[in-house]
């Protein structure tokens, strides 16, 4: 399978929303994306760090995409959380891989990386063991927290 590995531009984010809202369908891990919200979203990351934004393309047609940022850390530059998503046929094609290989190896160029900080799915046992596989470990000191901000609020002014 010939896949090129590019910068995104602008103008491949209404094809990206739409195979992200789709991967998400497939996969139904109960996060319901449209095509406006995924496109509000991708263009956040392209907006934030377009150099760290790459796009995987078959047959010229786009199956893919990483988008990534940079954060200054006390260790030094962390690739801070991102989006990694294939099309669901294009899955299991190495396709993911090459995306990590472009960003990484870009991260580290311009930026000195020392790490890639991000959140995955625990109740699935995807894409967990796929980041695993790739010598990622889970971080026992680190949780997620989220919150009702109206539910925040109520609490707080109670008090």
Not at 15 to 44: C, H, M, N, P, R
Not at 86 to 115: F, N
Not at 146 to 153: A, C, E
């Amino acid at each position: 399978m010939n896949i090129n590995i590019r910068q995104m531009q602008k103008r491949d984010l209404q094809q990206l929303a739409e195979v992200y809202t789709l991967v998400y369908q497939k996969f139904d891990i109960g996060e319901k994306w449209t095509i406006e919200t995924s496109k509000k979203l991708l263009s956040y990351w392209f907006d934030k760090q377009p150099d760290l934004a790459f796009v995987a393309e078959y047959e010229s047609k786009v199956v893919g995409a990483f988008v990534s940022r940079i954060k200054p850390w006390w260790d030094g530059n962390h690739i801070s959380d991102g989006e990694i998503f294939v099309h669901p046929d294009y899955q299991k094609k190495g396709i993911a891989t090459k995306l990590s290989i472009a960003l990484y190896e870009k991260a580290l160029k311009k930026y000195d990386v020392v790490s890639f900080d991000a959140f995955t799915f625990k109740k699935t046992k995807f894409p967990l063991r796929w980041y695993l596989s790739q010598g990622f470990v889970q971080n026992e000191d680190w949780t997620i927290i989220s919150g009702n901000i109206k539910s925040i609020l109520s609490k707080l002014k109670s008090k």
